[in-house]
């Protein structure tokens, strides 16, 4: 078996290329489903947000298990293959783990340290737990990668006032528009992403702020988390009277298809209204085809990356930091992964010492009398079975721990040697 994780992110795939292969929670179960359908995947997690996708899985056959989620990715983004192969990205056993531990530590991030990617990896932890596509690797890994975040996060300064998406669209805008503080702002959704904005947009003294959503509850809850503000509230159906009102507009929705686009703008603003778009959303909110209007200035994510390396650069010793603090977790990982070569022999010990002591408990009950076997037998059994465990506890205990694969690996030998234990062989 081995750990292999699939997918592409910012670093290797541009925004048009990472909304068609983005899976939203509703089609998780499915696209779980799907990958363990496959004959040569037995666990699989999927950690999507507007920057990756990426699956990790255990593969009992390496090549063929790559190939089976490579076929899948290229199936659900409609890609033919050989032109998917260039954005995709492929890690195997230990630099999956230390990928994986990356990214929940927020060094594989757009904006370095950003702590939302850890609860979104804990996220996918947890629907991977609910739809059973889990095994004990992989869960562990990712119980390991999450305790790596926290560590960074708390024994680590990277954190600590470290930009997110929105902060940096904010500040993108902040350097494309003159005054932002004077502009009209609209912002389309009311999720974290909107909370963010709105926290960021008054920070830099802008008051001028409208919320658009398809929930008004939704949008009610927001604009109570700030009664610093008179936010205005704007249903979807008048969601293009809204942006025809403003500057500048943010948007930040779920939606799976471009929710403005070029005719919609021509037909809701003046020939003299410039605005500016920001779209933070994958898949994008705003169609590619109002790029060439000549009224309208339109940014997306990847557009973000002047603003992030800016923050790179203060960040950068924080971030040899934090990798310090990530050996430590790896190692942590690989030593219990190695450990797993030592259950088999430890499992069929226990099975032969087991049957042992049942036998001879039954004989020695059959000596001592039906009656006097009825009334202490429960105490008898108790009694062997602690001496077992008693016997076998500090073996097993030092086994495990061994860090030396070689001394650990002739301690199995000499154990099926002495005790004559036939064992299944695994691939680990």
């Known amino acids: 078996m081995n750990i292999a994780v699939v997918g592409l992110s910012h670093k290797t795939a541009p ?81 999956a783990v230390r990928h994986l531990m990356r990214v929940a530590a927020g060094l594989e991030s757009l904006v370095l340290g950003e702590g939302q990617i850890l609860a979104q990896v804990k996220n996918t932890h947890k629907l991977a737990q609910k739809y059973q596509s889990l095994g004990q690797i992989l869960d562990r890994l990712f119980k390991q990668a999450m305790t790596a975040g926290k560590r960074v996060r708390s024994e680590t300064n990277i954190g600590t006032g470290a930009v997110s998406i929105s902060s940096a669209a904010v500040e993108l805008a902040h350097m494309k528009a003159e005054n932002l503080a004077a502009r009209r702002v609209c912002i389309i959704g009311a999720g974290k992403m909107s909370r963010l904005l709105v926290q960021h947009l008054l920070a830099k003294g802008t008051q001028q702020i409208c919320i658009v959503n398809r929930s008004h509850r939704r949008a009610e809850e927001l604009a109570s988390q700030f009664p610093e503000v008179q936010l205005k509230l704007y249903p979807l159906t008048e969601m293009m009277s809204a942006v025809a009102a403003s500057d500048i507009v943010f948007t ?16 809701s603003l003046t020939r003299d209204r410039e605005l500016m778009l920001f779209d933070i959303s994958v898949p994008r909110n705003v169609h590619a085809d109002v790029g060439g209007m000549e009224s309208v200035q339109s940014y997306n994510v990847d557009d973000l990356k002047a603003v992030v390396a800016q923050n790179y650069e203060s960040r950068r010793k924080m971030a040899q930091e934090a990798e310090a603090l990530l050996e430590e977790e790896i190692a942590a990982f690989e030593l219990w992964w190695r450990s797993l070569e030592t259950v088999p022999t430890i ?48 073996p097993m205990v030092q086994l495990r721990a ?27």
Do not use: W
């Open 15 to 95: 925004v048009e290329i990472r909304e068609k292969l983005s899976i939203q929670e509703a089609k998780l179960e499915s696209a779980l489903a799907h990958l363990r359908s496959y004959p040569h995947i037995i666990e699989v997690a999927i950690i999507s947000t507007c920057n990756r996708l990426e699956i990790y899985a255990i593969a009992t056959e390496t090549d063929q298990g790559v190939r089976e989620i490579s076929q899948f990715l290229s199936e659900i983004g409609h890609i033919p293959l050989d032109r998917l192969r260039r954005y995709l990205f492929i890690l195997l056993h230990q630099d």
């Open 252 to 267: 930040s929705t779920a939606a799976t298809e471009p929710i403005i686009n070029r005719s919609q703008l021509e037909a």
């Open 347 to 394: 499992s069929c010990l226990r099975s032969k010492v087991e049957t042992i002591r049942e036998q001879e408990l039954e004989k020695a009950l059959s000596r001592l009398g039906t009656e006097f076997a009825e009334k202490h037998q429960e105490v008898i059994e108790a009694l062997t079975r602690g001496i077992v465990n008693k016997i076998l506890h500090e």
């Open 402 to 428: 061994q860090q030396d694969i070689e001394a650990r690996r002739r301690c199995l030998q000499s154990l099926q040697m002495l005790f004559n234990l036939e064992i299944e062989k695994q691939v680990i």
